[in-house]
């Protein structure tokens, strides 16, 4: 065990019980953290005890008997969504960890992020290279993440038209910025001035106001002679999807990534077929995913616009979020007391 003191007790983001008596067992490690990003998934698990999947912080202890620990105490880690997996399974074993039924999900099936100190998993924590900061990576481990992941299966090529629609949002900032690596055109799809100036500061090609655009479809297979190769719709409403198979090209792919609660995919059969379309899900990232996307972000390709708080201010942060009225993310500093 390390020399580092730990102590009895901890501020976490819901205090039914102390932090007292963590039990750090085989494979596990306990993390001292420094900030936790604010997701909307977070709104939505309040089933888990402390809720946040976006974590950095320091490894203090790791548990007696590891052995092969990919990581060390003193080591920079973010804890994400997947807070650990069974590594064994076919789904696993096929680098969809995410889809493995002994997956671990960080503030949900698992003590989150909103705390001092979190217990994690050796095998799944994501090293932080030097060269960011750590509140800087945490949105990454999430929003980050996840459209990295999309985009990374989008079935593009450098020079390719990709729609982002919700690309003012969290996910969808980050969505532009990933995409640009990648080499992809980007035609921003969103509402309102501030968001518009975003879009286009971090690299859209083109922006469209779908409150002021009369007809998306059109005014897309015009910009892009004939139609976009990609859309990643990661917008929490299922109007995001609706439109996505009309303005697409043949070939083109739909990743769809938003989560509107209940709503299905309605896309006409005839020219998904007629068109050879693919509608792709994408869900979170694999452990290598989470690599990549943090790496690009610590060699300055993609920033995360984001808000400090503290943690005692996440009722708030959550009232904001139900109101749709947070732009970029929120990060809370576990030092801000
Ligand atoms: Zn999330
Ligand atoms: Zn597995």
Known sequence: ????????????????????????????????LECSGACHTDL?????????????????????????????????????????????????????EQNCSKAKLSGFTVDGTFQEYVVSFVNHVTPIPEGIASDAAASVLCAGVTVYRAIKYSQTNPGDWIVLPGAGGGLGHLAIQYARVRGLRVIAVDTGAHKKELCLKLGADKWIDFMECKDIVSEIKSIT??????????????????????????????????????????????????????????????????????????????????ETKGLKDLEEVYEGMKAGKIAGRIVLDMSKK
């Open 44 to 96: 939505h698990a309040a089933l888990g005890d402390w809720p946040g999947h976006e974590g950095v912080g320091i490894i203090v202890a790791i548990g007696n008997s590891t052995a092969n620990s990919p990581v060390k105490i003193g080591d920079r880690v973010g804890i994400k969504w997947l807070a650990d997996s069974c590594l064994n399974c076919e789904d696993c074993k096929k680098g969809r």
């Open 1 to 32: 065990m390390a020399s580092i003191d730990i102590p009895k007790f901890q501020t976490a983001a819901v205090v039914d019980h102390s932090g007292a008596n963590i039990r750090i067992d085989h494979r596990k490690c306990l993390v001292k």
């Open 225 to 306: 002679s004939g139609g976009a190769h990609s859309a990643v719709v990661t917008s929490a409403s299922a109007s995001g999807y609706q439109q996505a198979v009309d303005y697409l090209r043949p070939g083109g792919t739909l990743m769809a990534v938003g989560l509107p609660g209940k709503s299905t995919l309605e896309a006409s059969i005839f020219f998904t077929v007629f068109k050879s379309i693919s509608i792709l899900g994408s869900y979170v990232g694999n452990r290598q995913d989470a690599v990549e996307a943090i790496d690009i972000a610590a060699r300055g390709q993609v920033t995360v616009h984001f």
